[in-house]
């Protein structure tokens, strides 16, 4: 009986052993995989993504399209001078793209990614300035312009390396809307430049032109200013006609 008895607890004592082999074994691997994953997030750049879906806190509800939607899928991937363009889809909660939807009539937004990685931006002044900038970005939502790109919603986020982010979601410009693709590739950096780029044309059609495309800049200008709103940069990459 004794050694039947001692038999059956060194058997127990076995199995308990490789459970508990198995219970590190599977620990340690989760601990590999979340190692690389860190590691891979670690070399990621300003702007560059974790995960393409974005959930927002509110839907946006865009004219023209049936419905709204809060969460949103991002493609491509542009850097910017001070932030990364991305092209915005929106999706239903389970994944799928609404299937009463044409795919043609699916909406698409701009999903700009702001990255502030710097160490002033976890400190309580720094945290400060990005309230600020989206409390002004949500102030931008209720300007309806023809001359200004409208914008729908915005997202406070933080990026894989923990810093601060905030993502804007604008209205995309039709193809040739930006300004600087009525202009030759090898032309110009400044606002200033428009209208000696036209004159020097010498055609009155292409001074009249030049006065037209200043006429709507100024006009969207006025509409911002006239909801408290400020213009912080204006280059040839941000303006529309």
Not at 211 to 236: C, D, F, P, W, Y
Request: some cysteine.
């Amino acid at each position: 009986m004794a050694a039947r008895e001692e038999d059956r607890l060194l058997k127990e004592q076995i199995k308990l052993d490789d459970s508990l082999n198995k219970e590190r074994r599977l620990k340690l691997a989760k601990q590999e995989l979340e190692r690389k994953r860190q590691q891979s997030l670690e070399q990621l750049d300003d702007g560059e993504l974790a995960s393409r879906e974005i959930i927002l806190d509110e839907p946006i509800r865009i004219e023209g399209h049936e419905g709204s939607w809060t969460t949103w899928n991002l493609f491509g991937g542009k850097r910017e001078m001070l932030w990364t363009t991305y092209i915005a889809e929106p999706i239903e909660k389970d994944g799928t793209i609404d299937p009463n939807f044409v795919r043609t009539k699916i909406p698409t937004l701009w999903a700009q990614v702001i990255d502030f990685n710097r160490p002033f931006y976890l400190t309580d002044q720094g945290k400060k300035k990005v309230d600020s900038l989206v409390t002004e970005v949500r102030r931008l939502q209720i300007i309806k312009s023809d001359h200004v790109l409208r914008v729908f919603g915005v997202k406070r986020d933080r990026t894989p390396k923990g810093g601060e982010r905030v993502v804007v979601f604008v209205e995309r410009p039709v193809d040739g809307g930006l300004l600087k693709t009525r202009l030759p590739s090898s032309g110009f950096d400044c606002l200033t430049a428009i209208v000696s780029y036209f004159q020097s044309l010498f055609s009155f059609q292409a001074f009249t032109d030049a006065q037209e495309h200043l006429r709507q800049i100024m006009t969207g200008l006025s509409a911002v200013h006239q909801k408290n709103g400020t213009q912080r940069r204006m280059s040839l990459h941000t303006l529309c006609i």
